[in-house]
C-alpha cells in the first residue's frame, strides 16, 4: 500500500510539474505574441492603446491590417507545422520525418508556381492552386502507395520521395519557362516563404483549416502514443491503425497545404520543434502534443521577429529558420537529449 500511494504521488507531481511547464509555455507565448505586434520597420508605441493617447491613422492602419493578421497567422502556422511533423513522427514511428513528407510542400509549391504563370491570374488563385496541388500530391503519394507489396508505411515514405522529387522537377521546368525578369523572381521568393503579404484574407483562408486539425489532433492524441509501439501492438490495444493513420494524414494534408499556399515553404519547423517539446516535458502525447503547438508558434513568432528587422529588406523565413533550425537539430543528435526515441 505505501508502495503503491509512494507511486501515485510520484506520479502526481510528476503530472503537475509537467502542466505547470504547459502554462509556463503559454504565458510566454502571449508575451511573444504582444511583443511581436510592435516588432518591425513602422514603431507603434504602446501608449496609443491607452486612455488619453491616440495612434495616428498610419499607426492604426499598419496595426490593424498588417502586423495583427501577420502575427495571427504566424502562430497558427507555427503550430499547424509543429502538430503536423509531431504526428507524423508517431504514425510512421521515424524522429527525422517532417510535414512535406509525402509531397505536400513540394505540390504546393508547383501549384503556387503554375499559378504565377497564368495570365492574368491573381493571389488567390496563386493559393487555391497552391492548396489543391499540395492535396493531390499526398493523395497521389497514397495512391503509389497502395499498389506496393511491402509495409504500408515504407510505401509511403518511399512514395512521398517519388512525388516530391516528381513536383520539384515541374518546379524547374517552370522555372526553365518563366520570364527572368518578371515571373521568375516571384516563383523563387515564394519558395522560400515569408509573411511580408499576409492580411485578413490570408488568415482566414488558413486558420479554419489550422483550428479544424489543431482540435482532431488533440481529441486522437492517445491513439498517438500507441502508435509508435507497431501496427500489432496498436490493435491488440483496440486501436484502428488504418483509421488513425488516414485520419492523421487527411489533418495534416490540409493544415499543411492551407500554410504553405499562403505564406510558402517554411523549413524545419516540423522537424525540430517536436523534439524539443519532447525535452521539455516528455513523450507522453497528451502533454507533448500541446507543448509542440505551443513551441512552434512561440519558435516562428521569434524567427518572423528575426526576419523582418534585422535588415532593411526582409528575410525569406525559410534561410532564418535553416539557419538557427539546422544546428540547433545537430546539437540534438549529438548530445542524444530529449528525442523521446532513445
Not at 520539384?168 to 515569408?194: Q, R, T
Not at 481529441?219 to 483496440?238: F, K, T, Y
Amino acid at each position: 500500500m505505501k508502495s503503491k500511494r509512494k507511486m501515485n504521488e510520484t506520479y502526481g507531481n510528476s503530472r503537475r510539474y509537467t502542466s505547470r511547464k504547459l502554462w509556463l509555455m503559454l504565458l510566454l507565448l502571449m508575451i511573444t505574441f504582444i511583443l511581436s505586434l510592435f516588432i518591425g520597420r513602422v514603431r507603434i508605441p504602446l501608449l496609443g492603446f491607452f486612455p488619453g493617447f491616440e495612434l495616428t491613422a498610419i499607426e492604426r492602419s499598419v496595426f490593424y491590417y498588417i502586423r495583427l493578421p501577420r502575427v495571427i497567422l504566424v502562430t497558427g502556422v507555427g503550430a499547424a507545422l509543429s502538430l503536423a511533423g509531431a504526428s507524423y513522427q508517431s504514425i510512421f514511428r521515424n524522429p527525422l520525418v517532417s510535414p512535406d513528407i509525402l509531397g505536400v510542400s513540394a505540390g504546393a509549391g508547383f501549384g503556387a508556381a503554375l499559378g504565377m504563370l497564368i495570365p492574368g491570374g491573381s493571389l488567390f488563385t496563386i493559393y487555391v492552386l497552391a492548396f489543391l496541388f499540395g492535396i493531390v500530391a499526398v493523395f497521389l503519394a497514397y495512391g503509389i502507395s497502395s499498389f506496393g507489396k511491402v509495409k504500408i508505411i515504407m510505401m509511403l515514405v518511399l512514395a512521398g520521395i517519388v512525388v516530391s522529387s516528381l513536383f520539384n522537377a515541374f518546379i524547374s521546368i517552370l522555372k526553365y519557362l518563366a520570364d527572368p525578369f518578371e515571373k521568375l523572381p516571384g516563383i523563387v521568393f515564394w519558395l522560400m516563404g515569408g509573411f511580408s503579404r499576409t492580411g485578413w484574407r490570408e488568415v482566414g483562408i488558413t486558420l479554419p483549416f489550422v483550428i479544424f486539425g489543431v482540435v482532431v489532433l488533440m481529441v486522437i492524441r492517445w491513439h498517438l502514443n500507441v502508435m509508435p509501439l507497431g501496427d500489432e501492438e496498436a490493435i491488440s490495444m483496440g486501436v484502428n491503425v488504418r483509421i488513425v493513420r488516414s485520419t492523421v494524414i487527411l489533418i495534416n494534408t490540409l493544415m499543411v497545404a492551407a500554410s504553405v499556399a499562403t505564406v510558402g515553404q517554411v523549413s524545419w519547423v516540423g522537424l525540430v520543434i517536436p523534439h524539443i517539446a519532447r525535452f521539455l516535458v516528455g513523450a507522453n502525447h497528451r502533454y507533448m502534443l500541446p507543448a509542440t503547438a505551443l513551441s512552434g508558434s512561440i519558435f516562428l513568432l521569434l524567427m518572423d521577429d528575426l526576419a523582418r528587422s534585422l535588415t532593411g529588406a526582409e528575410i525569406p523565413i525559410s534561410i532564418v529558420t535553416s539557419l538557427l533550425g539546422a544546428p540547433f537539430f545537430a546539437y540534438l543528435l549529438i548530445s542524444g537529449r530529449g528525442s523521446g526515441w532513445n
